[in-house]
C-alpha cells in the first residue's frame, strides 16, 4: 500500500468521482470495443466499492479461479516426474513422516528415486528473491528427513537469470569459524516462461526450448548423477511427448536437438547397422519393432537405432515432413518408450 501511495501522491477522491460519472455516462457502445463493456462495468463497480453479487441481477461477469501453485507444481512433474517421486498432498497420496511412530506428515514436492545420492526439489510459484528463510527451512528439513545433500528450488522466471546456489554453513558466529559447507547446497534454478511469443503453436515451439535447457541444467548441475539412466529417462520421456503431441511441427522434430541430446548421451550414430544385424527390419517397421521391443535391453544399441533412424530424416529423406507420418511417430514413441522403460527399471 505504501508503493502504491508514494507513487500516487498527486491522488485527490475528486479524480476517481470524475473518473466514475465519466464511464457511467459514456458507457463503450462501439461495436469494436464491445468485448470491453463488462471490464468497465466491473471497474465502475470496483471503483464505487460496491460488491458484484453472483447469481443476482442481469449484469454478468464470468471468471476462473485456480491454484497457481497446484498447477506450477504439477507442470514441473510433467518435466520431471520419470526421475522424481512426487507426493501430493491435495490429494493426500505420498504422505512422508517426519519422525519414528507416524508422527509429523510431510509431503515433499519431489523425492530423487536414485536414493544413492538422494536429490529433493521443492515447486515454488513465486520469484526467486521471494523464496525466503521459511522456504529454506523447509527443505532443510526435507533434506535432512531423506539424508539428501542436494536439494532444489524450481521456479517459474519471467526473465533469463543464472542459477543461485547456496552453500549451508557450518560453525558458530560464537566461536568465529563459520564457514561454507562443501556437501550440502541449495539450489534455485528457474524455468523460463516464454513471452513475447506471437500466437500459441510459437509459445509451444518456444517453450519446449526453454523447457529442453531447464531439465538440462536440473540433471547436470550439482545433481551428483552416478547414473546415466537419469538423463536416459528424461530424454526418452520429453522426446516421446513430442513425438505424441498431434500438433507437433517437423522441425522441432528433425532439428538439431536430438542430435545433440544423443551425442551428449554417448549414443552412435551408425545409420542403424548394429541395431539391423541382431533385429533386421524392425530397425525402421513399427510393426516389426512392437514385435521384439521386449528382447531389447542393450540401451547402447537402442540409442543409436534411434539415434540413426532421426538421422535419417534429418538427413537422407526425401522430405522431413515424412518424420510426421504416423508409422514413423509410432517408431519412435515404441523405441523410446522401451528406452525409458530400460533407464528407470520399469520392465
Known sequence: ??????????????????????????????????????????????????????????????????????????????????????????????????FAGGTGSIYPDFISRESKNRVIADAKYKPMDNIGNKDY?????????????????????KDVLDDKTLRLNCGSTYEKNVKAREDIAVTKIGLFVEQNAENYDAFVKLQGFNENSFIHRLFADSFVITNDNIKIAAFSKKWIAKFRNPEVGYIELVDHFMADECDELGFAMDTGDAFAAKYGKAVHDPALLKRIITEVDDMALLGSAIYSRWRYFNHWSYSGAAILRPENKEWFIVALSRMEELATGAE
Open 137 to 157: 527451512l523447509q527443505i532443510l528439513a526435507y533434506m535432512l528427513r531423506f539424508d539428501s545433500k542436494k536439494g532444489f528450488y524450481l521456479y517459474p522466471e
Open 1 to 98: 500500500m505504501d508503493i502504491v501511495v508514494e507513487a500516487t501522491r498527486q491522488y485527490q477522491i475528486g479524480y476517481r468521482n470524475k473518473v466514475i460519472v465519466n464511464n457511467l455516462v459514456n458507457p463503450i457502445a462501439h461495436a469494436y470495443y464491445h468485448e470491453y463493456r463488462s471490464l468497465q462495468r466491473l471497474c465502475i463497480l470496483i471503483l464505487k466499492n460496491e460488491e458484484h453479487q453472483i447469481g443476482y441481477g442481469t449484469q454478468q461477469i464470468y471468471g476462473i479461479l485456480f491454484d497457481g501453485a497446484w498447477l506450477w507444481e504439477e507442470y514441473v512433474n510433467q518435466l520431471i516426474g520419470n526421475v522424481f517421486y512426487h507426493p501430493m498432498n491435495k490429494a493426500n497420496s505420498g504422505v512422508q513422516k517426519l
